[in-house]
């Protein structure tokens, strides 16, 4: 599924771009942005607060995953 329609961007670009570390900044939006889109900036914005809430579920995800790996060795 195409999310940003103004750069061809699509939902499992922006997860490969997560997978691949670019959400690992403090400015991860930008990041995964930049490295799904070549380069290109954002034209009209639409589709950044999507990419905003997939960054966000991949970092509880992941936060969720971390936890449980912790209680396995505790
Ligand atoms: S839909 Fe993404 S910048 Fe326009």
Do not use: F, W
């Amino acid at each position: 599924m195409y999310i940003c329609l103004c750069n061809a961007i699509r939902e499992r670009d922006i997860k490969q771009a997560l997978m691949d570390g670019h959400g690992n900044t403090p400015h991860a939006v930008s990041a995964v942005y930049h490295a799904c889109s070549d380069g290109e900036k954002p034209q009209c914005c639409s589709c950044l607060q999507t990419i905003k809430d997939i960054v966000s579920d991949h970092k509880s995800t992941k936060a969720a995953y971390a936890s449980c790996k912790e209680m396995e060795t505790a």
